[in-house]
């Protein structure tokens, strides 16, 4: 993950995931447009002083906001429900 795709996922996302391993797809332009996540996020301090791991269950994470408009509109359309009963 370079300088430029930490700028880049950070205007398109609002921030940087803090489980961000690489970029897993990129457009024609070279920008990040999927992100590969580690499944387990950043340790969390419990009251007890114990840390605790955060299952992470989406491992590749839609990042440019054309591809996740059109995969929305996809939800919409049903397709993922229409998946599910496929499985």
Do not use: H, M
């Amino acid at each position: 993950v370079t300088r430029d795709d930490i700028v880049c996922i950070s205007t398109q996302l609002g921030y940087v995931p803090p489980n961000l391993i690489s970029v897993a797809a990129r457009n024609r332009d070279g920008a990040p447009t999927v992100l590969l996540l580690y499944p387990v996020s950043a340790p969390v301090c419990t009251r007890r002083n114990k840390v605790e791991l955060q299952p992470f269950p989406t491992i590749y994470w839609l990042c440019c906001p054309q591809l996740k408009a059109d995969v929305s509109r996809l939800e919409v359309a049903g397709l993922v429900q229409e998946f599910e009963a496929r499985l």
